[in-house]
């Protein structure tokens, strides 16, 4: 049990919607009553929700979001914190849930899907195959699986560029890809079936789900997440990272000092010296 009074949720449903209007009537008006805050985006493809809030505002929310009306299969990752990651609650229609600008549907076949206790019983018995981050290179900075491979991305849109250059990944070669929570996964992996991969599959629910049922084992460092918290350990506990001053991108344990009254990652710190 957790002394932590703040829940917080995330989790995507890719799926055909049509009255975007009315749904986002509908959330924003529920949401408010709530209190919560975060961010809901709406698309034709889907919805993709990230909330946080009072622990019996947010089981609210997540009971009144999965009945029939709405969302019934949509499932959450959930952690705890001690403040509201959050300044307000943003609600809003988007093109894209992920953005690819990239004519890809997302992957929904769930035979490319692996559990994350399938992906630590290959780790452990050593299975010749290939682990992709598809997250950009200030998410991976602060942590990935032992011996993932990794791409110079600053936004996914840039993933499908570098996947048909493909330099130093194996397009022969079973190949695993994740990120944090999936659902950048969905719109990678018909990209890299494309490009010529012969055999992908994406780990179910992200690095956030391997990290709740496996901790550490296969993983170094922290997992970014796109809120205050900046980034969780292998428990899915808030680190209270900081932000360099300059670039906003999250400083390394190495970068970080508690007793500055400045931070600066060393690359910003060196242009300013």
């Not at 919560?36 to 929310?61: C, H, M, Q, R, W």
């Not at 890809?177 to 629910?205: D, H, N």
């Not at 390394?252 to 010296?273: A, G, I, P, R």
Request: proline fraction near 3%.
């Amino acid at each position: 049990m957790t002394n932590q009074q703040i829940a917080n949720i995330s989790g995507y449903q890719f799926t055909s919607l049509n009255d975007l209007n009315a749904l986002l009537t509908t959330l924003e008006s529920y949401c408010q009553n709530l209190s919560v805050k975060g961010t809901i985006y709406l698309s034709y493809e889907g919805i993709k929700i990230n909330l946080a809030g009072p622990i019996a505002a947010i089981d609210a929310f997540v009971d009144f979001i999965n009945n029939d009306e709405f969302f019934p299969q949509l499932s959450f990752h959930q952690s705890f914190s001690d403040t509201i990651p959050f300044k307000k609650l943003i609600i809003k229609q988007k093109p894209e849930l992920i953005t690819t600008r990239a004519d890809f549907k997302a992957d929904l076949c769930k035979k490319s899907h692996i559990q994350p206790r399938v992906l630590q019983d290959w780790l452990d018995a050593g299975k010749d195959i290939q682990l992709l981050d598809t997250r950009n290179d200030y998410e991976y900075r602060l942590g990935t699986f032992v011996n993932a491979k990794t791409l110079p991305m600053k936004c996914f849109t840039e993933f499908n560029d570098f996947i048909d250059n493909a330099k130093g990944l194996d397009r022969n070669k079973p190949t695993v890809i994740f990120c944090t929570g999936g659902i950048r996964c969905e719109k990678a992996l018909p990209m890299m079936q494309a490009s010529g991969f012969k055999e992908v599959y994406q780990l179910e629910g992200g690095i956030l789900s391997y990290l709740r049922q496996f901790g550490a084992k296969h993983y170094q460092g922290e997992c970014f997440v796109f809120d205050n918290r900046i980034s969780l350990d292998a428990q899915c506990q808030q680190t209270h990272k900081r932000w360099c001053q300059t670039c906003q991108q999250p400083l390394t344990v190495d970068e970080s000092d508690v007793n500055m009254q400045k931070t600066f990652c060393y690359s910003c710190e060196n242009q300013l010296n």
